[in-house]
C-alpha cells in the first residue's frame, strides 16, 4: 500500500536558520504530493503540493521538488522565522477511484529567537 | 467566514456514553471527510463521502457511524465511547474528491477526551 515517511522531529532551529524536512515515499502509481501545516490548536492547511514528476511546489517562502527518480519531496526554506514553528505533514494522493490522502507522521519545527 | 466548521470544539464524556460530533463546510465542495489523529499526532482518515454517498469507510470500529443529511454536513457519531477514542477529530472537504490534485480543506479539530 501506500506510505510516506517523514524525519522524526521535533526540529529546532534558530531564526534565520535553512530548513530541510525530509519526506520519502511508496506508492504503486503516480500520485500527488501535498506538504500540509497545522498551526498550534488549528486543522491542517495546504502549504504547497506537485502533481507530477519534476514540479516544484512553493509558497510562503517554502519549497519542495517532486523527485520520482529518488520518490522524494522535502521541504526546504531559506530562513525559517518564529511565526515557522508548526507541525509539518508530508501527504500523498493516488489517482484513480475517489481520493484519498495518505499522511506522514508530522514533523514538528520549533524556530527559537 | 469559517470554510470548515465543527462543533463542538471540545467534548469531554464519560466511557460508555454517546455523544455526536457536527462538521459544516460552505465552500460548495462535493466530498467531506473524516480523519482521526491521535496523541502522536498520526492523521487516519476514517470516512469519506461524496454527495451524501459513503464512498471510503476505513477500519473503524462499528460504534463509529457517519451521517451525511446533505452534501454540506458530515456527523459522526460514536456510541459507547471507550479510552482509546480520545483523540482529536478532524473533518476535511474537497472540490470533488475524485482527482488526486484535490486541496483538502480542514475544520479547526474536535479534541475528545474519555474519562
Known amino acids: 500500500g501506500d506510505s510516506v515517511t517523514q524525519m522524526e522531529g521535533p526540529v529546532t532551529l534558530s531564526e534565520e536558520a535553512f530548513l530541510t524536512i525530509n519526506c520519502t515515499y511508496t506508492a504503486t502509481g503516480y500520485p500527488s504530493l501535498f506538504w500540509y501545516v497545522q498551526y498550534p490548536g488549528e486543522g491542517l492547511q495546504l502549504l504547497l503540493k506537485a502533481t507530477k514528476a519534476d514540479d516544484k511546489g512553493s509558497n510562503k517562502g517554502f519549497e519542495a521538488t517532486y523527485r520520482k527518480e529518488t520518490t522524494s519531496f522535502h521541504l526546504e526554506k531559506g530562513s525559517v522565522q518564529v511565526s515557522d514553528s508548526a507541525v509539518y505533514f508530508c501527504?500523498?494522493?493516488?489517482?484513480?477511484?475517489?481520493?484519498?490522502?495518505?499522511f506522514g507522521t508530522g514533523t514538528k519545527l520549533q524556530v527559537i529567537p | 467566514d469559517t470554510a470548515v466548521s465543527q462543533t463542538p470544539k471540545y467534548l469531554v464524556t464519560q466511557m460508555g456514553n454517546d455523544k455526536s460530533i457536527k462538521c459544516e463546510q460552505n465552500?460548495?465542495?462535493?466530498?467531506m471527510y473524516w480523519y482521526k489523529q491521535d496523541s502522536k499526532k498520526f492523521l487516519k482518515i476514517m470516512f469519506s463521502?461524496?454527495?451524501?454517498?459513503?464512498?471510503i469507510n476505513e477500519t473503524v470500529p462499528n460504534r463509529f457511524s457517519p451521517k451525511s443529511p446533505d452534501k454540506a454536513h458530515l456527523n459522526l457519531h460514536i456510541n459507547s465511547l471507550e479510552l482509546g477514542d480520545s483523540a482529536v477529530y478532524f473533518c476535511a472537504s474537497s472540490q470533488e474528491g475524485v482527482a488526486p490534485t484535490d486541496t483538502q480543506y480542514f475544520g479547526p479539530g474536535t479534541r475528545l477526551t474519555v474519562l
Open positions: 463521502y461524496n454527495n451524501k454517498e459513503l464512498i
Open positions: 465552500l460548495g465542495h462535493d466530498t
Open positions: 501527504a500523498l494522493s493516488e489517482s484513480g477511484g475517489y481520493q484519498k490522502v495518505t
